[in-house]
Every structure is written in structure tokens, then in C-alpha cells.
């Protein structure tokens, strides 16, 4: 059942490089439409991937850089047609606040090392890839993700205002530092700088809202390139772009040092998880509307080489956008020869249009990134999830403040570590309901939430949730209470059904319990045992002391008719007895 | 249903004072066997406490003070019967780890900061008892807790063989460092020592045998002291007590300064967690072999109750110390009367009977906790657990490894978080069952495990655990990926009926899956929705699209009547209709 099925059928090549088998299954009127979609995303990707190399700490041509080989790379490997991969905001932002205190303001080194975070988290994203690891990507919730995304938001966009206003102020990393340095600077303002960065936003959002299908950030870009060089900003003061190195990557691989592997570690772990679960969301709901299908492990292996292939050509950690990815697949994009496209584009820019962004004000850049992250911050999620379990809630706020006070790594852990022991606690105090019968019929249900039939002499409880360590003991101390209220308890029927799990301490602590009974007069029996469980108590020698006495059951309303043999119990079902011997099933 | 009853029906004395239970359930026999353990434990304790004031720092008397009131404290507020609270190795360690560094060599301000520290201590565990947090205790399973013991069993016994062989070699603290440096001075065994030590192993071990009536330890400890007064042994190169300083403990309240708070507060804070953690862990290990039960909330507040008189009492923190506990259990310690004794012991012993242990070997107090605690390694369990389940059976070999060699706390630490992993890890990649029908019957069990009828149009899907953040994405890919394979497919029953729980991004999944699956064509159904599951579900505003096209069921019977109106489905159920309308029933 958990096999996939799929892959036994699919030719080699097609599954070691997805792209084979998107080609042969597309027309040529659709792959003239995923090239159209190709185009329209570059127009996006150029400016964006220079902003987000500048957010990343890094010359704007490194963001070119990311924008070439692994684009490509993904579009070989991957499983989603639409996912535009590259340079995002977020994967940038924290490259920048892993190589901020390594690289002691050494371009050189920052450039190198950041290389070599990008090697690492392809690194790790192939091995989780390779071993089938995807679900561990999956101890990160999407209130989580949420709540680490708009605070990363707020921190990118605050990280921007000193792009955006001119002001001479040292970089900052974590947002109470940004906040404070920018306030205190405010009076700085380069007015300028800042009336080409405010106008820039302002043309983005018009842009946006009223013009959404023309490409704002180019437009953007261009005029504002136009106005630059016609009018000199560089020479009033605005700080422009200047030269942009002409050329295409070549490959070098990273120095790699010990000491850097230790400290990149976390941040390295970090992107890879963000990376792929940003990538992978919007794969998945991309694939849904297209009527494709995602392979998690081969997205990672996909994610996890396009990074190496950053690591090696001079960029920086890239992940699946959600922003360029959703304009992809609007403007037709169903397979990678999008991204193909796209990354073409990118290159031939690179080798020949560069000398056009020589009078690029900074600010503009800023405007760009700003505009793009401020549609991250996400407000609707945390209000449904506090809805929905405050828990949740609480997880998104969590995370969202913590990675805002603390940091955007310490931030995720913590959200991570918070859902986590939330799971944990609610495991260890399952929830459990005592069971009577809806009248005239043989269903049994809560007796807190339907009116139903009940036994003084006849406890139906129901137990919500695996039997483990962690609840084994409570669970039943819960039940001997209730035993010890009620006098005149002859059984206790334990509803198996929703038992979904157990382990030694749980197979221990139901043998004990079936012990601690029997020493009251009160038989256990057990109803709707799931095979596994029942396969692990037998091997915990605890199953033959319940079937030795005919205390198994393959439901509640078999076990009534055995602990109530006199056949008056209000507990005991009305239906016929079954036309076949279903002696053998429990 | 969550709420222990038994709180209610217990007198609030005894709530308060379990001490007054326990003598209440005790007859004037096992009051007299609890009284011997005590003298017992007091015949350890004695020199125990004193060499454990040593290791931390302290003058001697403090070893005494702190083995009187907080015993006292503890056998008036403990749970556990045979827990013997007091000065022990690892809190005396880093107690001297804490204080070395901040009274700079001033042994007044040392005692002060000691008495603080355990004020510290104290009100950490009373606070966390307070809020009723013992539940966090129940993280730490059986399997660890049995790999751990039978570790730390070696650990102590390995600690004794420098003073039951007379090596003269200087304390270790962990096994590795103690087996090499006892190893290595194996050539300087003092003979007499030997004898003297393994006899009363030797001793110890035939009587508890033979005459496991008898308190061996105390005739041990009497016959080899008489030998020992009577043939001069300390003249002839054994270590015998000599003189036992005198003394009662005023009250005194330690000085408060902010700085010293500050600084002592990250020491405070693991020894509360570590005294409480493994004074927990010997108390529930007694009482399951006693047929007894720790409250572990009150258990905090006992162990909590007692360091707040060690600081007060001019002591240091105090802790449930394992081979005492262990020597007391196997006295017949049932009852915290064993403890009383103990207390009172010592407290006539500082005052007047310190002469009559002049004589004592040490050799024969190593004897005395080498017996007891080697009782301890639990083979069976590692055997069970393996056997049960591969992963508990690692789970013990692993604590028991990472005890050995990384040390005590670390230990603990690798079998708490690794035994979580794996409920973790087995809840992200549930068991998941397709469904058929049971000739005959309306009894839907798993296909894999039984003859059972199926329909190419209808999936029965019974998913065996909570749906949460870490398997939702897994589990709709899983089925999504089903209906790829089987174009036949017109309907997906998913049997909630072992969904214990869910939450926000459970109920996004499903939602997500039913659209999916509609663009397919094929309705999601759902049957035995638990109600807690269902309340999120229509939190979540999940619910009613599910509702709303009838697509709700209260069991999988239910749901074929519905997904095959032609009634020709081999799922069907042959069962009449119900006789009362269960509309209302889900």
C-alpha cells in the first residue's frame, strides 16, 4: 500500500529525468505555450534574482547565476511542471543571516562560502532524497511555515528600508536591531534615494493592482534605468548598480573547511527543510489544478541538485518560488521547458545584457523585493488556525514572534519544537469516551454526545488514540477509577477501534490492567483490536491471556452478547445474528 | 472523563500528607520490616552523606544535616514507599560545579551558596509540581527507563570496586574512567581489604538467597564490624570509618543577592530536573515491583518540599538517590516509616552513636550496594522489548550504551529523545488498511489479512492514527495516488474510525483531497468520523462541503448504501435497515 505503483511501470531514463517523460507526453502547440510562459517568467526572474542576490548580501549577477544552471538542472529532474525555480526571498534571507558573521566582510569569502551553503543544502536535500526521507520535511506544519513566513516577510521588507531610503547604516540581521538602526538613522535619508524607492513601490503596487498581467517589475526596472541615466542619479547621490560583470558561470568548487562546515550546519538544515517545503506546497497545488502528479523524494532530488549545481556555479541556495511559480502556470507553463526557457533568457542576459543595468539605482531593487515579500505576510492562516485549535494558533504566533525577537532560524525551531510537543502532549492525554447504545440499533456512541442506552454493569469506553508509553499508565489508572466508582461493574469492554498504535509499555500496561481487574471481580474484554496492535500484543505474550477466555471481540455489539449472557443488557444489539460463522473474524 | 476521580474520595490530609495513607494501609509487620530497612539505609547513610558533602564541596556536617529534615520533609510529602531521599553523587557533583567558581575559596559563602542553591532548586520543583507538570515524566518510557537502570547498576557497582578491593585511586564518575583506572591499579589490591569486601559480597549474596528474611545487610554490617573492632583490621591496612563527627542542623535562611540568583539559576534548573528525573525513575522502578503507585506531580513537590529544608537547613541539594533506594527496597522498604527511621537514626547517630561505626570497613558498605544494586540489571526486559517491538528492544540497548559510555544525564537524555523519535517517526507514516466485506456480513476488515469481497468502484480506506501536520500531505498522496492507478474508481470511503485526532492541517489535507479527487471524478466519502475529529473538522469550515453533498457516514455500511444507489456493490451490506431512523448518528 505504501509502495508507489507507478514507478515499476515508468522507463528508466523517464524516471531518473522527468523532463524525458513530460516532453514525450506534450504536443507542440503546448510546449509553444510553456515557452510563452518561459519568457513571461524571465521578465520576472531577471530583476528579482539580482534583488534577491543584493537581500542575500551578494553582487546582483550572482542572482543571475542562480538563475541559469540550477534552473536548469531542476527542470531535468523535477516533477512539477510549473514550479519556477530560483532565487527566493526568503532562502536568501537566510543565506545572509548565515554568512553575515562568517564572513568578517570578506566579499571573497562571503561569495565562497556562500557556494558552500548552497552545496550543503543540495547536499542534504539529495541524502534525504536518496535515503526517501520526504516525511521528515513533513515535521514542519504549514501553521508553522506560516508564521515563520510572514515574520521572515516583515524582516526581509524592514532589511530593505535602508536600500529603499539611502541610508548609511551597517547591515543588520535579526528585525528589533533593523528597526532600531533604521529609526535612529530616519533623519539620514538620503531624499533622493528615497523618492525613486518610494515611487518605485508605489508603481509596483498600481502595477499590481490594476495592470496585473503586465510584467511590473520590468517595467519597473526599465523606466527607472531610463530616468537613472538620462538624469545622473549615480552622480546626485543615488547609488546605482554600476557594472554588472558580463559572462556566463564558470564552475568552482568551494573551499571546503572544516570549521565552515560546522557553522553553516544548522543554517544549511534550515534552508534545505524552508527550501523544499515552500517548493513542494506550491508544486503540489500547482499539479492538483493540472491534473499532474508530484513524486516528494524525487522533488527533493530534483531541489536538492539544483542547489549543488548553485553551490558550483558561483550562487547561492535556490528553492520553488511561490510568486513566479504562480505566474508560470498562469501563463500556461505545464511542463519545465518553461523553466527551460526561462533559464535562456537568463543567460543570454547575463552574457550580453548587463551593461543595460550599469545605472539601476539600488532603491529599485528594494522597491522589487519589498513589494514581492509584503503578499507573504499572512494573516488569513493564523486566523483560521486559532479557529480551528488554538494550539495551532498559538504555533503560528509562536513562530511568527519568536522569529521576529529571536531570529529567523531560532524562530523555526522553535515553532518546530512547539507543534511537535503539542503532538506529544495530546498523545500522552488521549481522548476517551464511554459508549452507550443508540436505541434500536446496533451503533454505539458517545453517551456525552447522544442519547443512548446504558449498563450499570457494563462499562463501553473507547480509547482515541495510540497506547504508548506516554498514556499507557494513565490510561489506566483512568479505567480503575472508574472501576472503583462503580460498584456494580461486572465488565469493561475497551473499544479497540481507535487504538491505532501500540508498544511494549501499552501491551504491559493492558495486561496489567486486565490483572488489576480480574482482582476485582471485573472482566476486560476487548473489542475491534486493528491487526497491528493485536499482532504486537501477541508478541508481547499478552493476546493469549485475553483469548484464553474468550475476551476478544470483533466489535462491541459481540462482546455485549458475551458479557451479558442472560441477554437483558439495554447494551445488547437488536440485530439479527449473522448468517455466516464470523468466528474467525476479529 | 480526564479528571482522576480517586483525588476526590481521598481525605485531604492524606492528599496532603501521603505519609498518613501509607500508614493507614499498614499493619505492626511490614511497620517493623519498614523500620529495619530504615536502620539499614541509616547505616549507609551516615557515611554516605558525609563522603557525598566532601565530593560537593562541604564540610562533612552537611552531609548529616542534609540527610535529616529533607528526609524528614520527603517521607511526610513522598509517594513512593522505598525512596530514600538524601545527599547523593551526581547533585553533590555538580553542586561543587556550580559553587567552585563563585565563592572563590570562601568556605562560609561556599555553605551559603549552597543552602541558596538548594532553596533553588526546591522551588523549581515545587513550582513544576504546582502547575502539575509530572506529566512530563511519562515521556520517559519503560524501555529507557530499563536500559538505564540496568547501566547505572553497573555504573555504582563499578564505583564500589576501589573500595571493596582497597585500590587507591582517585573517584570517577563515569564507567568507562572507572573501569580503566580499576583496571589499571588491579596490582595493588589490599588483601585484606578483599576479603573483607568480597566475603561480605559473598555474604550478602547467601543470604539473600537463602534467608531472604533476613536483613543481610545490617547482620552484614554488625558481624563485620564486631570482626573488625575484635581483629584490629584498620591497624592492618583497612579502611575502616573512624571517627564520625556530631551535630544538629539550625534553621538558617540563605542570604538573597540577584547576582548569586542569576548565576546559580542554569545550575539550579538542571539539578532540579536531574535530582527529580532519576529520583522518579528508582521510585517508579520500586513501586512497580511493589504493586504501589508514584504520583508524580506529588513526587515534585515532595522532592521540591525537601530541597527548600536543605537549604534552609544548612544543607545542600538532596535528590532520590539510586543504591540507597535500592538497598531500602530490598530491606522491605514499603513506606516512607523506612525513611522516618532513617532520619531519626541519623539523628541519634550524629548526636551520640557516631562511635560505634569506628570499626566499619568501607569495604562492607560497597559490598552492601554492589549486592543491591547488581539485582538491578534487568536482562528480561531488553529480552521482552526486543522481542515486542524492534524499536523499544533499541530503545533499551541504546539508553543502556549511551549511559555506560557517555555518562548518567547524557544517557537518559539519548533514550527520552530517541524513544520519542520513534512514536514521532511511527505517527508521520501510519498504518493504513484497505477494506472489504466479510461474505455474510456487514463486518469490513483489512484485505490483506482476510477473504473478504471488494469493488473496483469503491476504495475502502481505514487510516490507523491521528491525522496531523506530519502525515497529512503523506496520506492524501497516498490515496490520490490509488485513484491514478485505478481509472475504475468512482467513490473513496475513508474510515475515519481510528482517526483519533486531527488538526488544522489535517483538515486542510482532507479538504484538499476531496477537490482533488472531485476533479478525478471521484467522491470522497466519510464514515465514523470520532467526534472530536468532527468539532475541528467543522472549525476548520471543513465540514461542510463534506456534509452538504451527503458525504458523511456513521459507518462504512452506511457509506456503500450511499456511493452505490444501483445496489449491486459486493460491499453491500445484506444486514435489514435499521428500525429507527439514525439519521442523526454519525
Known sequence: MTTPRRAARTPLLERLVPLVGFVRRSDRASLRTDAVAGLTVAVMLVPQSMAYASLAGLPPVAGLYAAIVPVVVYALLGTSGALAVGPVAITALLTSTALAPLAAGDPWRYAALAGLLALMVGALQLLLGALRLGVLVSFLSHSVLSGFTSAAALVIAASQLKDLLGLRIPRAEDFVGIVTSVAGALGTTQGLTALVGLGSVAALLV?????????????????????????????????????????????????????????????????ALVAYMEGIAVAKALAAKAGQRVDPNQELIAVGAANAAAGVFQAFPVAGGFSRSAVSFQAGARTPVASLVAALVVAVTALVLTPLFFHLPSAVLAAVVVVAVLGLVDRASAVSAWRTRRSD?????????????????????????????????????????????????????????????????????RVDGPLYFANAERLTDQVTGIVEDRPDLRAVVLDASAVS??????????????????????????????????????????????????????????????????????LRSPAEPARTDLSGVL
Chains 1, 2 share one sequence.
Open 207 to 271: 502595477l499590481r493592482r490594476f495592470v496585473p498581467r503586465l510584467p511590473g517589475p520590468l517595467l519597473v526596472v526599465v523606466v527607472a534605468t531610463a530616468v537613472s541615466a538620462l538624469a545622473g542619479l549615480g552622480e546626485r547621490g543615488v547609488r546605482i548598480l554600476e557594472t554588472v560583470p558580463a559572462g556566463l558561470p564558470a564552475p568552482v568548487v568551494p573551499p571546503l573547511a572544516v570549521a565552515d562546515l560546522t557553522a553553516l550546519a544548522p543554517s544549511a538544515a534550515a534552508i
Open 393 to 461: 494558533g498559538v504555533a503560528v504566533l509562536l513562530t511568527f514572534a519568536a522569529t521576529l525577537t529571536l531570529g529567523v532560524e531560532p524562530g523555526l525551531a522553535a515553532g518546530v519544537v512547539f507543534s511537535l510537543a503539542v503532538f506529544l502532549w495530546r498523545s500522552a492525554r488521549p481522548h476517551t469516551a464511554e459508549l452507550g447504545r443508540v436505541p434500536g440499533s446496533a451503533v454505539y456512541r458517545n453517551t456525552a454526545r447522544y442519547e443512548v442506552l446504558t449498563d450499570p454493569a457494563v462499562l463501553l469506553l
Open 501 to 570: 498504535d501500540t508498544d511494549t509499555d501499552g501491551a504491559h500496561a493492558l495486561d496489567a490492567l486486565r490483572e488489576r481487574l480480574a482482582d476485582r471481580g471485573v472482566a476486560l474484554h476487548l473489542a475491534t483490536v486493528r491487526g497491528p496492535v493485536r499482532d504486537l500484543l501477541a508478541r508481547a505474550e499478552v493476546w493469549p491471556a485475553f483469548t484464553a477466555v474468550g475476551a476478544v471481540h470483533r466489535d462491541v455489539a459481540a462482546a455485549v452478547e458475551v458479557v451479558d449472557p442472560g441477554g437483558r443488557s439495554p
